[in-house]
């Protein structure tokens, strides 16, 4: 589970305000940060490897990235051409689809500054995180 405030942010019993990102992947979070952030000279297929770089289950991968391609049939038509060659919208969904990649336990997806958060657990739901210094929408 996830808990915030200003000074801690906790991920099951751990904070990790404090760890590198590549300590932060290692917890099971991944985060779609706002503005995409793909590789643009990197390939479609090399970004979503990129996703899974932590991974080592090849077949499972395989299995991931049909995933991907079904969430996203796009991204599978556009596999061999430079991520920053793609619209903004496509290159929103290779950011999602690299995030899934990895197969986080928490996905944080940031979109005009809000802060969703979806459990991979299967009784999850993708819900608004509360915002810090402002009344949270209802």
Do not use: W
């Not at 589970?1 to 305000?17: C, P, Q």
């Not at 051409?81 to 986080?104: N, V, W």
């Amino acid at each position: 589970a996830l808990k915030a405030s200003l000074r801690t942010f906790v991920f099951e019993g751990r904070d990790i305000r404090s760890l590198p990102a590549h300590e932060v992947v290692a917890c099971g979070l991944a985060h779609v940060p706002e503005g995409r952030r793909i590789f643009p000279r990197l390939t479609v297929r090399e970004n979503l490897e990129m996703g899974a770089y932590r991974r080592s289950d090849a077949v499972a991968i395989a299995r991931d990235l049909d995933r991907v391609h079904g969430l996203f049939p796009i991204l599978n038509d556009r596999a061999k051409q430079q991520g920053g060659t793609l619209s903004g919208g496509e290159q929103q969904m290779l950011a999602i689809s690299r995030a899934l990649m990895l197969r986080p336990r928490l996905l944080l997806l940031v979109v005009e500054g809000v802060v969703f958060v979806k459990s991979t657990s299967p009784r999850s739901t993708c819900r608004e995180a509360p915002r810090f210094g402002s009344r949270q929408r209802r």
